[in-house]
Each structure stands twice: as structure tokens, then as C-alpha cells.
């Protein structure tokens, strides 16, 4: 069975590519943090609804009892980047904490969606060896 033609996992794969690729450049970061003039770059965030929308999977009320969302998605705000809180006397912006907050963040989020999808391959691997 393909799992890549299922969207939830579509999705878990997005979304754990983006935080890698998020990753390389707070590591990045931190590795030019004594290159003079260089300035912390950060990707955009991770746009849950435009990806749900790619993968095909929808929000469905699938019985009448069932509670409509009464709320629109608020929209991502953009990210401080713009704002350099610290500088370095040669002009670089890079802030360790930051970044390693960034890290830490960006680690969590990996380990939720590794294991959101393990726990649905072995709800498939359940079901298919109950038959």
C-alpha cells in the first residue's frame, strides 16, 4: 500500500520536510553567528490550511449532530525576523538564544508529526491484520 496516496500522511510528510528544511537554516544561522554582517534568516510558517488544501484532505461534518466550525483560521503573522533585537559590533544579528529556542521549537514540532504518523501506520498495520 502507497502511503503517500493517503492525505494524512501527505501532510505529515509536508510538514516534516518544511521543519527540516527550517532546520538547515537556524543551523545556518548559528554557524555564520561570528560572520560579520550576516543577519538570522528564518522560512515563512508552515501553512496548515493551504497544505490541507494540496493533499486534498477537508474538514467534512459527516453527521448532523456534528458542530460546524464557528470560527475562520486566523492567518499566520509574519515572523520578527526584520527586527534585530542584538547586534555585534561587525554587524552580525544573530542571537544564539534565539536560535536555539528556534532549534528546540523546530524538534518538537518534528517529534509530533514522527510520531503522529507512526501511530497511524500502526492503526493501518491493526486493521489490516485483524481481517
Do not use: C, W
Not at 51 to 57: N, Y
Not at 71 to 99: H, I, M
Request: avoid cysteine; aromatic fraction near 8%; charged fraction near 20%.
Amino acid at each position: 500500500m502507497d502511503l503517500s496516496s493517503i492525505g494524512l500522511f501527505q501532510l505529515a510528510g509536508r510538514r516534516m520536510e518544511y521543519l527540516g528544511s527550517r532546520h538547515q537554516v537556524i543551523a545556518q544561522n548559528v554557524a555564520n553567528a561570528d560572520t560579520p554582517g550576516f543577519r538570522a534568516k528564518d522560512l515563512k510558517p508552515f501553512d496548515f490550511q493551504a497544505a490541507m488544501a494540496r493533499t486534498g484532505v477537508a474538514q467534512a461534518q459527516t453527521a448532523a449532530g456534528h458542530l460546524e466550525g464557528l470560527r475562520q483560521p486566523a492567518g499566520f503573522r509574519a515572523d520578527r525576523q526584520a527586527t534585530v533585537y542584538e547586534t555585534a559590533p561587525a554587524g552580525n544579528g544573530v542571537v544564539l538564544e534565539e536560535q536555539m529556542l528556534k532549534a528546540a521549537e523546530v524538534r518538537q514540532a518534528y517529534d509530533l508529526a514522527a510520531n503522529l504518523f507512526q501511530k497511524h501506520v500502526g492503526m493501518l498495520r491493526a486493521a489490516f491484520t485483524s481481517r
